[in-house]
């Protein structure tokens, strides 16, 4: 099935540091959707777009709708040890089913 | 409060055994989704349901089975076809039927372990 690409694959990264991960696709979409995995539970949504060139923001977090449609960016900011997890992208077209990324593997050291 | 709940979070299997996943939703969502994430993997989908008494195939339906004789439940089989049935399985659920894509909402999955 499909899959989006997604990258970096992996992250390490040090307390405080930002971090930046962004998702692509060979065709458009009109939501784009990201979510964290915390280590052995359920993916849990941060953010959702809808609209091609928005920004929004939760707390630390910020993702963009690519101008393309094709793409979508998710930046952390002053990153803390609760953000290790799994963080994926997620596209959807209209009612279709969503399209999922391959996952950025995010490790913060104190 | 609303969610969505998987039952149990930890199960093993003997190898030849069947077993069932139980998924349960009181959000009132029309369509429900099994995923298999391995260790380092993304998510891969099994089997989904838009509507009660239908279901179709997702990416790697082999070895298991589902039904949806209610809105609410959405159980997965791993039958002993299966043959690396090891993972942790993912249900999730969705409204269908609307322009504002919400995305799917997720329970906290169950680790099937074959010994």
């Known amino acids: 099935g499909q899959q989006l690409n997604q990258s970096p694959q992996s992250m390490f990264i040090q307390e405080g540091e930002d971090v930046s991960m962004n998702c692509t696709s060979s065709s458009i979409f009109n939501t784009w959707l990201w979510y964290k995995q915390d280590p052995g539970e359920g993916p849990v949504l941060l953010i959702a777009?809808?609209?091609?060139?928005e920004l929004t923001s939760n707390g630390r977090l910020t993702a963009q709708f690519g101008i393309t449609r094709k793409d979508s960016f998710l930046n952390i900011s002053a990153s803390i040890p609760s953000d290790v997890g799994i963080y994926f992208c997620a596209g959807q077209y209209n009612t279709d089913k969503l399209i999922f990324g391959t996952g950025t593997r995010l490790q913060v050291f104190p | 409060d609303g969610g969505i709940t998987q039952s149990p979070k930890y199960l093993f299997r003997k190898e030849g055994q069947n077993v069932t996943l139980s998924c349960e939703q009181n959000?009132?969502?029309?369509?429900m989704y099994w995923y298999r994430q391995d260790p380092g993997q993304g998510l891969r989908l099994i089997y989904y349901s838009q509507i009660v008494n239908d279901f179709q195939k997702g990416d790697i339906a082999e070895g298991y089975s589902v039904s949806r004789e209610k809105k609410e439940s959405f159980p997965l089989t791993v039958t002993s076809a299966q043959k690396n049935p090891t993972a942790f399985y993912l249900c999730?659920?969705?409204?269908?039927?609307?322009?504002?894509?919400?995305?799917?909402?997720f329970g906290s999955g169950t680790r099937l372990t074959v010994v």
């Open positions: 999730a659920s969705s409204m269908f039927r609307t322009r504002a894509n919400y995305g799917y909402t």
């Open positions: 777009l809808y609209k091609a060139g």
């Open positions: 959000l009132n969502h029309d369509a």
